[in-house]
């Protein structure tokens, strides 16, 4: 590059960087919100945060920033990660100069009041007390979806948001796929005649924090760049590379709750601690896509830390931190207990089968709220008859209900289906890993996690959103996305002839 | 007003509004720097912390605003309140405008390195691992000090920055009447024969936090709009009058350092709690200036905390949560402990008697070093020296000597100054609190802190920064700042007719 087009690119990219200083810093005061904000704070801290999501549109609609993107985007002189870089900005630019900043100030302010209204309903486990400012906030979202506009569905806006290029006819297709799959497994597995040895999972809360903080250790997430925290829902947050916030909350009846979403939050963490600094407000220093990071959550959840190997390591610690409740676990009992599939209410405590009827469920009920078909004060309603239907639960409160994700309050519509397409980019990962490196296994039972980290570092983590996330996997797994890979993992884990039921 | 004055009046508050979501946005980030931040995260968090000083300094310089403000100045409609948030925000304005934009960011960027170098160079136990960082920083405030303007003393444009007016001949007067007092005081004290008893101040560091807890709870900090967390070095920050955190440290060897800095950083803070919502972002809503700011905590840390019937209350607290160690000791040996004076090398844990001593002592070099007259790489030696002469101590490194405190690393000269100020300003007040409420000592004594929190409400919060510090003092003393009324103070406590000495 020329000197003028090596200047007019590092403007961009200070702009950019100042840009993301106002974002990420936004995102510091969320942490907080979720973390530690007393509660008479609330309201305050929603005006806060309000102003600096505005700000951060001002600066991100300048006419200056989209002159020079132009400019450069035209010049043909940029080849490679610049180019890529310069062409997604100008995508994300075109799309942010699309909403009106007195509308991102309104979503802000909605969020928030929605957010802070999920809480109290939460306290009186009743969804009508959120009900009102929830259709507020959706109607905020249909009129997103205008903004952004979408070729054949209201809920494709809000799909494409979360997971670029995905619609309302690819989700159709690959959850139509997977629904059978599902009930196929569950039904087999709730055919078997041993059921799995329930676990005395009870542990001191500070015990469990500690156990957790050992196992992110031993992942490889860096406490040098970041911390773990409790919250009310567990969530990853960065503020750059060097400094990634993860949370959990903790339960003294259930510390395998605390645990593996420990593990799942320091997939999320580990991918954002690998992301390139110097790429720090550009596109190629940002995660792939939602979906992308679930991926890395959920390998790490399930396909590592719901494995044999992972049990036997596991198990070793607690036999020599509970020797007297642990003594006479044997690691078969053990890995059987981890991995229990029993239909359930609450989506984060589900097994990895029943995880994928959790979000069918919202998938329908988000697609039905955008489109209309389904009013807000219906929700609790059709919820609980999803549950009876395809889990065969009844919905005791809303709390076990409809109130149980901190999703929708946050305006987060079209965000559950990527932890669906997450597990099934997850296992096309972790298979392609495995092939490369089959002494995985061994590594994992030994505590060793670096080959896995170090492969992720390789194929995962320094493309940023170079490549959409069906280009990555196939440029990852020579696959592209399917329901057969995780179908086949399922088989083997769960089916009658599984390593589980002839030991 | 009518209609066209009041919706300008409405205009110049919501940007004023919209620019304290910045300024304590970044307040926020600051926070956590110095609560939870990981250590990698320093730079990035540095870089964002200058982003928002930034754009602060440029929304709070826009020529829109400095219109408006004018157009209001001229408005003789406009009177009362009103009137004086425009003139103290014009003052501002026109002082924030000399500022260029890259003088902001430069010193923020200064600042946050020297800060971490003082993390650093603590680390090391080296002032001068610090030192280059420090006289970068020293360069900036004395270009500041040309930018700010002054008449006599490089010195005068800081401490105007603290405290509304101040100045070094002001100072110079005050401290010098002060000296004398102070060293008769402490040589009295130390002529006595009967020293106070010693008492075991350990404790272990979660009763430690507990005790802290309940002690703020009672003095009236309300939790529900504020939060103590940990840091290094103690601190009050708020974030608007429902969001004030406060910190402390904990020594397992001494919960008498804890317990006074809580009770100290709790003054500041239901300071700031009393401030008025309905001013958020303009001046009626902020603290009238650091010195009255430090009347608050120290009335509350001294004048009451050290005071008998505050004594008599922890006493009685204390031997119920540890019977066997405090079954034996009596009130007035309590009182003594709490009260010893003796020269000691950490400021934060001096007597309310030589703590003023270190303050004159970092006076006169702050002083000395941004007239040119002392270099940074000699501020240990003449550290040291004062110490030797003014308290007859020997620094043994630096980090009792000129690296305890935070304040040069975050470019605050002229701060320490208030803290003296604040000593004899809380002197005036609490003897006028005192006067009007005769009982107070029974209230105390009952742990009943509403008196002394709704007269704080009535003569001090409320009016933010309507008055300057001595104007306040005047209002709600009758009487000028001056050292006669902390010399009687001293006088009655420590000298050798005081009932210390003869029960």
Not at 181 to 201: M, N, Y
Not at 421 to 432: E, H, K, N, P, R
Not at 470 to 491: I, M, P, Q, V
Request: hydrophobic letters at 35%.
């Amino acid at each position: 590059l020329d000197s003028a087009t090596k200047g007019k690119y590092q403007q961009y990219k200070n702009l950019m960087s100042r840009i993301a200083d106002i974002r990420y810093a936004n995102a510091v005061l969320q942490w907080d919100q979720e973390t530690y904000l007393p509660v008479k704070g609330a309201e305050a801290r929603g005006q806060q945060i309000a102003t600096l999501s505005e700000l951060a549109h001002e600066q991100f609609s300048s006419p200056f920033l989209g002159e020079l993107l132009n400019e450069l985007a035209a010049d043909t002189n940029i080849t490679g990660n610049e180019r890529k870089n310069i062409l997604l900005t100008l995508d994300d630019y075109s799309k942010n100069k699309k909403y009106p900043g007195s509308f991102v100030r309104g979503m802000s302010e909605q969020i928030n009041r929605t957010f802070h209204a999920w809480i109290e309903a939460r306290k009186h486990k009743s969804f009508s007390v959120m009900q009102p400012e929830l259709d507020k906030l959706l109607e905020l979202k249909k009129q997103e979806s205008d903004i952004l506009g979408y070729e054949k569905h209201v809920y494709d806006a809000h799909l494409n948001e979360h997971d670029k290029g995905v619609t309302v006819e690819f989700a159709d297709k690959i959850f139509g796929e997977l629904q059978p799959i599902l009930t196929d497994t569950l039904t087999a597995i709730q055919q078997k005649t041993e059921p799995a040895e329930a676990l005395d999972w009870s542990m001191p809360k500070d015990l469990q924090w500690q156990l957790g903080m050992d196992i992110l250790k031993l992942m490889g997430f860096d406490f040098t760049s970041g911390r773990q925290d409790v919250s009310e829902h567990p969530f990853t947050i960065s503020f750059h590379p060097t400094d990634v916030r993860i949370t959990t909350r903790i339960n003294e009846n259930d510390f395998s709750g605390m645990l593996w979403s420990c593990i799942h939050e320091g997939g999320h963490g580990i991918y954002e601690q690998g992301l390139l600094p110097d790429e720090y407000g550009l596109p190629l220093g940002e995660a792939a896509s939602l979906s992308i990071h679930e991926s890395q959550s959920r390998l790490w959840e399930n396909n590592i830390g719901r494995s044999r190997a992972f049990c036997k390591l596991l198990l070793a610690r607690l036999k020599d931190a509970f020797p007297q409740r642990f003594r006479e676990v044997s690691e078969e009992v053990f890995y059987k207990a981890a991995n229990i599939v029993k239909p359930s209410l609450i989506r984060t405590e589900a097994d990895e089968v029943t995880y994928h009827h959790h979000v069918l469920i919202r998938y329908e009920l988000e697609k039905n709220l955008l489109e209309g078909t389904l009013k807000t004060a219906d929700l609790p309603f059709y919820w609980n008859q999803a549950y009876k239907s395809q889990l065969g639960l009844d919905v005791p409160d809303d709390n076990q209900g409809c109130l149980q994700d901190v999703h929708w309050s946050h305006g987060s519509f079209g965000y559950f289906p990527t932890y669906t397409l997450g597990s099934l980019y997850a296992v096309q990962f972790f298979d392609t890993y495995a092939k490369s490196s089959p002494g995985w296994e061994d590594d994992i039972a030994a505590g060793n996690f670096h080959p896995l980290k170090n492969w992720l570092s390789t194929h995962i983590f320094p493309y940023g959103r170079y490549y959409n996330s069906r280009e990555l996997c196939n440029k990852c797994t020579g696959e592209s996305l399917n329901t057969s890979r995780f179908s086949a993992y399922l088989n083997e884990k769960f089916k009658s002839n599984s390593p589980i039921e002839h030991e």
